[in-house]
């Protein structure tokens, strides 16, 4: 019994003088892992510094500016592999550098990897057309000119898939088909086409004609102030913008003045310790459309009258994403032959408005809308109707702003 305690406790002994060496061993690894999540937010600027370096460099080293152990050898393997394609790799060295500094924080989406498809189709395109162009020659090729070894290559089998047809017609296909790769692989890499779809729609919808004015009806006043509109979940879009024809009675005649708020740094002295807002996007929004707004209006009008409710669109306030009508409730006639006239007359309870907003959104057309009933301060129903197109607010319009100055926080 005295041996066999004696060996236990002899093992034992061992235990602890093996335990700090393997815990030791995990600490470094727990360490070297955690310094490295420490920095792993600065891995983008760090990649996009070394793209920007290296495309410079290159350059330099392409042009004969510049040498180096390590520099020649890179600019050689592009002169062999791209020959006067090198250029494009400088290219797409330093706009993949600029492309990370933009602090882009959702991943990259199927559509960039279109986008990066169709440009690198554009840049194989144009190798293969400069070897096409110079003869497609290898010696050429090797020695760094025209399109390199991978133009050559490529000439190559644009050449056999070609060589059905004379060789007159052949060469002029592939040299057309690589021109059109090479265009159009441009202009949907940067999306050059979709921009000028918009620009030009936007053109178009800038054209339509403004609401004119109608005899005997006198422009209301824009309600100015009161409690900023509400946002909807819809996009602010609505879901038909065919113009209505309106009886003259319901025809409105809104102007839509610019409602841009004083800017408080014409009065107040901006503290020289903060950063210059200059440094914010200036958010000029866009315009209402005169003509939508008159006839949403008309159409509110009309609805309500069509339901036996007479009310009155007297004003209205346009936000980013709705536009907020002020509707004034009109009165009933009841009228019962021996009664004074004010006792006649029936106030339009605000219920009976409210209880029609589904028929109003049907109207006009739109996914919801919301009824505030009563505007807080104000004599009068608000009814939020989406706009037909919604605006971005931005952070320096609202810090430019009286309001902003005067919330004391």
Do not use: C
């Not at 049907?362 to 129903?381: E, M, T």
């Not at 952070?395 to 702003?401: D, F, N, Y």
Request: aromatic share 8%; proline share 5%.
């Amino acid at each position: 019994m005295a041996e066999k305690k004696q060996t236990y406790q002899k093992t034992s002994k061992k235990i602890p003088s093996q335990e700090p060496e393997r815990l030791s061993g995990e600490n470094w690894f727990v360490r070297l892992v955690d310094f490295l999540l420490k920095f792993r937010r600065f891995a983008k600027d760090i990649l996009s510094i070394l793209l920007i370096l290296v495309a410079l460099l290159t350059l330099l080293a392409l042009i004969g500016l510049t040498s180096g152990a390590w520099i020649n050898p890179w600019a050689d393997f592009l002169r062999y592999w791209f020959g006067w394609g090198s250029i494009l790799v400088v290219v797409a060295s330093g706009v993949m550098g600029m492309l990370l500094m933009q602090k882009r924080e959702e991943p990259f989406t199927s559509n960039d990897w279109k986008k990066i498809i169709w440009l690198e189709g554009s840049g194989f395109s144009v190798l293969t057309l400069l070897s096409i162009l110079r003869g497609n020659s290898i010696d050429r090729a090797v020695l760094g000119l025209d399109g390199g070894v991978v133009g050559w290559g490529l000439a190559q089998f644009i050449g056999m898939i070609f060589s059905v047809f004379p060789e007159g017609i052949g060469a002029v296909l592939e040299i057309l088909l690589l021109i059109f790769l090479a265009v159009f692989g441009i202009l949907f890499g940067f999306q050059l086409i979709g921009r000028a779809i918009r620009k030009l729609e936007e053109v178009i919808e800038g054209t339509e004609k403004e609401p004119v004015s109608f005899e005997g009806e006198s422009p209301a006043v824009v309600i100015a102030g009161g409690d900023p509109p509400l946002k909807t979940k819809n996009g602010g879009r609505t879901a038909n913008n065919k113009s209505v024809t309106l009886p003259p009675e319901f025809r409105k005649d809104f102007k839509v003045e610019d409602q841009a708020e004083t800017k408080a740094l014409e009065v107040m002295q901006r503290d020289d310790r903060l950063p210059p807002l200059e440094i914010l996007r200036n958010n000029s929004g866009i315009k209402p459309s005169e003509r939508h707004i008159n006839q949403t209006a008309g159409l509110i009008e009309k609805t309500l009258a069509e339901f036996g409710i007479p009310a009155k669109v007297v004003g209205f306030q346009v936000g980013p994403t709705i536009t907020q009508f002020a509707v004034e409730p009109g009165y009933l006639d009841r009228s019962s032959g021996s009664e004074g006239e004010d006792e006649r007359r029936q106030k339009i309870r605000v219920a009976q408005i409210v209880g029609l907003r589904k028929d109003l959104a049907l109207a006009l057309s739109v996914d919801r809308l919301r009824i505030q009933a009563p505007v807080p301060g104000r004599p009068y129903i608000g009814i939020e109707v989406p706009n037909e197109k919604s605006v971005i607010v931005g952070l320096r319009a609202i810090l430019e702003s009286e309001t902003f100055y005067k919330v004391g926080s």
